[in-house]
């Protein structure tokens, strides 16, 4: 539809570029074309506007076989105003000068024909197939169709031009096409069944290869396990030889050095124990020389001694024996002496002959 805008007492209008326009005034063609854009007085101006750009029309229309089934049609045909100007002298495409909007609704008229001119040869060429034939003749029907719509005069006489015809579908009542469907059904089920059995043998086979596989696969992993086993023992075995072996050079070492430290420890116990000896018996020596050099002293002085007393009187022997008697008591307050204890004493101090020397002037007091 045209864009019609208002100014004052004038109207212009615009076109769309797949709109033919036409402007009488006074019965005379004063504008015509596509894509127009003029102003106008709407009180004298009569405005056609045909639409030039191609049209889808959807066509459903039923049919009977030629052994009396009844089938349904579907297609669509494509057209175009290919003569704006005779289809606007033709049909009414007048529009309404001060609104723009279209007076009548001359495409239904052109779908009209063209439904009818459609259906009558597909529905001739139908009649005079069966069944099972008008259900795989799509391409013959649109051929009938396409041709039967380009040599129509009608649709030039409008200026109409039919750019194509397409058959979409035929198809039987439902449960005529259930009926005919159920062999193929069937035959597919059939296929389809074998297909099944098909692919559960294969699932089945795939399986038996992926059990094989794996089984397969097991025995290789127990045997590199076991390699894998064998391989650590070894090692264990190498490591263990390793150490041990390692363990005797070491305690061969440390006996080694241990037989070393002995062997100096024994010739340092051998010379210790020769400088011991040696020491030991220069000191025994020269101890033994010390008691040899005091004993003859003492017996030299001994000698002495008994060389002196050999020359006193016996009253000074006595004398000097009660001094060392008395020298070896012990302190004593108050002393009684009688002559046994007298004699004792002595007897234990100088032997008999003293006792007897004492024991003498007693007896003669």
């Not at 049609?73 to 289809?87: E, I, S």
């Given at each position: 539809m045209a864009d019609v805008t208002r100014r004052l007492f004038l109207r212009h209008l615009r076109g769309a570029p797949t709109s033919w326009v036409r402007l009488h005034v006074g019965g005379r063609v004063r504008r015509e074309g596509v894509g127009q854009s003029f102003w106008y007085r709407p009180l004298n101006a009569?405005?056609?506007?045909?639409?030039?750009?191609?049209?889808?029309?959807?066509?459903?229309?039923?049919?009977?076989?030629?052994?009396?089934?009844?089938?349904?049609?579907?297609?669509?045909?494509?057209?175009?105003?290919?003569?704006?100007?005779?289809?606007?002298?033709?049909?009414?495409?007048?529009?309404d000068p001060r609104t723009?909007?279209?007076?009548?609704?001359?495409?239904?008229?052109v779908a009209t024909l063209l439904a009818e001119l459609a259906q009558q040869p597909a529905l001739d060429l139908l009649a005079r197939v069966p069944l099972a034939e008008a259900l795989t003749t799509i391409a013959g029907v649109r051929e009938t169709v396409s041709?039967?719509?380009?040599?129509?005069?009608?649709?030039?006489d409008v200026g109409v031009a039919v750019v194509s015809a397409r058959v979409v579908a035929i198809r039987p009542e439902p449960e005529l096409e259930r009926a005919l469907q159920t062999p193929t059904r069937e035959a597919v089920q059939v296929e389809a069944d074998r297909a099944t059995y098909a692919r559960r043998a294969q699932a089945v086979e795939q399986e038996r290869s992926i059990a094989e596989n794996e089984l397969?696969?097991?025995?290789?992993l127990a045997r590199r396990e076991q390699q894998l086993v064998e391989q650590h023992g070894s090692n264990s075995r190498r490591k263990a030889e390793l150490d041990a072996a390692a363990d005797l050079a070491a305690a061969q070492g440390k006996a080694e050095r241990e037989k070393v430290?002995?062997?100096?420890?024994?010739?340092?116990?051998?010379?210790?124990?020769?400088a011991e000896a040696d020491k030991e018996r220069v000191l025994a020596a020269a101890k033994a020389d010390t008691v040899r050099a005091v004993g003859h002293a003492e017996a030299e002085t001994?000698?002495?001694?008994?060389?002196?007393?050999?020359?006193?009187?016996?009253?000074?022997?006595?004398a000097l024996t009660v001094r060392d008697l008395a020298g070896?008591?012990?302190?004593?307050?108050?002393?009684?002496?009688?002559?046994d204890l007298l004699t004792d004493l002595l007897g234990r101090l100088t032997g008999p002959a003293a006792t007897a020397a004492v024991t003498t002037p007693a007896a003669d007091r």
């Amino acid at each position: 539809m045209a864009d019609v805008t208002r100014r004052l007492f004038l109207r212009h209008l615009r076109g769309a570029p797949t709109s033919w326009v036409r402007l009488h005034v006074g019965g005379r063609v004063r504008r015509e074309g596509v894509g127009q854009s003029f102003w106008y007085r709407p009180l004298n101006a009569v405005l056609s506007e045909v639409p030039v750009d191609d049209r889808e029309l959807p066509l459903l229309f039923h049919a009977r076989t030629g052994d009396f089934a009844d089938i349904t049609v579907q297609a669509t045909v494509t057209y175009r105003v290919a003569d704006p100007a005779l289809a606007a002298a033709r049909l009414d495409f007048s529009v309404d000068p001060r609104t723009g909007r279209p007076r009548a609704r001359p495409l239904d008229q052109v779908a009209t024909l063209l439904a009818e001119l459609a259906q009558q040869p597909a529905l001739d060429l139908l009649a005079r197939v069966p069944l099972a034939e008008a259900l795989t003749t799509i391409a013959g029907v649109r051929e009938t169709v396409s041709a039967a719509l380009r040599e129509e005069s009608r649709l030039v006489d409008v200026g109409v031009a039919v750019v194509s015809a397409r058959v979409v579908a035929i198809r039987p009542e439902p449960e005529l096409e259930r009926a005919l469907q159920t062999p193929t059904r069937e035959a597919v089920q059939v296929e389809a069944d074998r297909a099944t059995y098909a692919r559960r043998a294969q699932a089945v086979e795939q399986e038996r290869s992926i059990a094989e596989n794996e089984l397969q696969n097991k025995i290789e992993l127990a045997r590199r396990e076991q390699q894998l086993v064998e391989q650590h023992g070894s090692n264990s075995r190498r490591k263990a030889e390793l150490d041990a072996a390692a363990d005797l050079a070491a305690a061969q070492g440390k006996a080694e050095r241990e037989k070393v430290a002995n062997a100096a420890a024994a010739e340092r116990a051998r010379v210790l124990s020769a400088a011991e000896a040696d020491k030991e018996r220069v000191l025994a020596a020269a101890k033994a020389d010390t008691v040899r050099a005091v004993g003859h002293a003492e017996a030299e002085t001994e000698a002495a001694k008994l060389s002196a007393y050999a020359e006193l009187p016996p009253g000074v022997l006595r004398a000097l024996t009660v001094r060392d008697l008395a020298g070896q008591l012990p302190r004593i307050g108050q002393l009684t002496v009688t002559p046994d204890l007298l004699t004792d004493l002595l007897g234990r101090l100088t032997g008999p002959a003293a006792t007897a020397a004492v024991t003498t002037p007693a007896a003669d007091r």
